[in-house]
């Protein structure tokens, strides 16, 4: 049946979201999208995590959702429902306020890129494929994985994904926006998120808010500049040694509003 679980890596702070059917390319029915947006929930809440990496079993990202339950669990208004979990999957993946990166392997189509796209960074391995094949299965891709695709890659390259159901390698998904970069395998990529997880967490949570909503830029500029974050990256650059930044959940907690973290006058 396969499942969906996660684990940290405590001396880096990397939380791995991992999709664990290799016999099915990863490919999610509804329990397991249910479970997805479960555990993206448990990670966001975790204190520990300062990156989260979400990737697949087998040498696969995500093969996209299981067709061979369409036949009930995607008929009618039961179309609707499931939907609804397979978004919810998504909408779990980008409430996480510390970065996430999708590290793709091998397939990731349909429902696979919308579960990347909801990701702040898409690594593709040299053995990525990426494609969103509605049009050769007669199904109608869901609203929110449409919009996440034309927010990503624009309307017009959209539509030539949508339309004619082609599938893409690592470069050229680069090329148009699908994916950030390309990576040799899992290994590579995966070293580039530990270098994130040692950058600082109330920069990159703070980031993502106003990406989020511009208008609270001037507000979370001034917390950012008060707090003990921005003191010791000038010490460190000073001193010339790597900054010691505060956890991600100490980062929240002064974005938040909270006591406790914030630069001694």
Known sequence: MGWVHASIDAPTGVASI??????????????????LAEVAREVAADPAVRVV?????????????????FGDARVGEATLTYDAATEAAAAAIEAISVPTVALVEGACLGGGVSIALAADVVLAAASARFGV?????GTLYPEGALGRLVRRVGDRRARWLLLGAERIGAVEAVTIGLAERVVDDR???YELVVQMATLSSMTQQATKRVLADQRVHGELARIVFAAQDYAEGRRAF??????RFMSSWEARRALEGGSGSLEDP
Do not use: K, Q
């Open 18 to 35: 991992v999709l664990d059917r290799p016999e099915r390319r990863n490919a999610l029915n509804l329990t397991l999208w249910r479970r």
């Open 53 to 69: 990496v979400i990737e697949g079993a087998g040498g696969h990202f995500c093969a996209g959702a299981d067709v061979s339950e």
């Open 133 to 137: 094949p509605a049009a050769s299965l």
């Open 187 to 189: 290994a590579s990529g």
């Open 238 to 243: 000073g001193e010339r040694r790597a900054p």
